[in-house]
C-alpha cells in the first residue's frame, strides 16, 4: 500500500510539473491544438494520481497498477504527440484510455465486493 501511495505522490507531483511546463516553457512553442493535447495528458495523469492514492489507500491490487499503465500510456503518449512523437503513438492512446477505464471498473466492483 505504501508503494503504490508514493508512486501515486509522484504522478501527481510530475502531472503539475508537466502542467506548469505546458503553460510556461511550451506556450510559445506549441501550437494551440498540441498544447492542449500536452493539457489533456497533464489533466488525466493527475486525476488518475488521485484515484490511484485512493485506491492504495484502500488496500485494493489491480486499480493502482492499471491507472499506473493508464498514464503512462495516455499522457505519456500524449506528451510525446505533443512534442512531435512518431505517428504510431496515436494508436497507444485509447489502449492507456482502456487502462484508465478498466482501474475504474475494478476500483468500483472492489468497492461493491467489500460493502
Not at 493539457?39 to 488521485?50: C, D, I, N, S, V
Not at 486499480?63 to 499522457?75: K, N, Q, Y
Not at 510525446?80 to 504510431?88: D, E, I, M, N, R
Amino acid at each position: 500500500m505504501r508503494l503504490w501511495l508514493g508512486i501515486a505522490a509522484v504522478n501527481g507531483a510530475l502531472a503539475v510539473v508537466a502542467g506548469a511546463f505546458g503553460a510556461h516553457a511550451l506556450r510559445s512553442h506549441l501550437s494551440p491544438e498540441l498544447l492542449a493535447t500536452w493539457e489533456t495528458g497533464a489533466r488525466y495523469q493527475m486525476y488518475h494520481a488521485l484515484a490511484m492514492g485512493l485506491a492504495a489507500q484502500a488496500g485494493m491490487r489491480w486499480p493502482p497498477r492499471l491507472f499506473l499503465g493508464g498514464i503512462v500510456l495516455f499522457s505519456g503518449s500524449l506528451y510525446a504527440l505533443a512534442l512531435g512523437g512518431p505517428w504510431w503513438l496515436g494508436p497507444v492512446t485509447p489502449l492507456g484510455g482502456a487502462l484508465l477505464i478498466a482501474g475504474w471498473v475494478c476500483l468500483g466492483v472492489s468497492a461493491f465486493r467489500r460493502a
